[in-house]
């Protein structure tokens, strides 16, 4: 699987951003797929999932609200609608891909197992 991220880049407060992340290598829309970010000094940690259809999401309780998380199976790619970022949010977001496929919404990172190159994301005040 091959997982390539877009749309990164440096901002300001209160700005918007998508993020898009384009899969090759395994029939996309069969498995639950998800967005990580890690800041510096931090570990990574989930930020967004989606489910095969897209019919369920779950985001962190840091994002709910300002991020939303889409899928278009058509053209085998998830994306990231931020807005209203905050400098908090800078970061480098990963989109990854699961070996396995899920009924639900993958949270954990040791759900995945394959992961883009990282897009970096900067916010400034």
């Known amino acids: 699987v091959q997982l390539v991220e877009s749309g990164g880049g440096l901002v300001q407060a209160g700005d918007s951003l998508r993020l898009s992340c384009a899969a090759s290598g395994r029939t996309f829309s069969e498995y639950a797929t998800g967005w990580f970010r890690q800041a510096p000094g931090k570990e990574r940690e989930f930020v967004a999932g989606?489910?095969?259809?897209?019919?369920?999401?779950a985001y962190a309780d840091s994002v709910k609200g300002r991020f939303t998380i889409s899928r278009d199976n058509a053209k085998n790619t998830v994306y990231l609608q931020m807005n209203s970022l905050k400098p908090e949010d800078t970061a480098v977001y990963y989109c990854?891909?699961?070996?396995?496929?899920?009924?639900?919404?993958?949270?954990?990172?040791?759900?995945?197992?394959?992961w883009g190159q990282g897009t970096q994301v900067t916010v400034s005040s």
């Open positions: 990854a891909f699961p070996d396995r496929r899920s009924f639900g919404v993958l949270r954990k990172e040791n759900s995945y197992k394959y």
């Open positions: 989606i489910t095969t259809s897209g019919g369920s999401t």
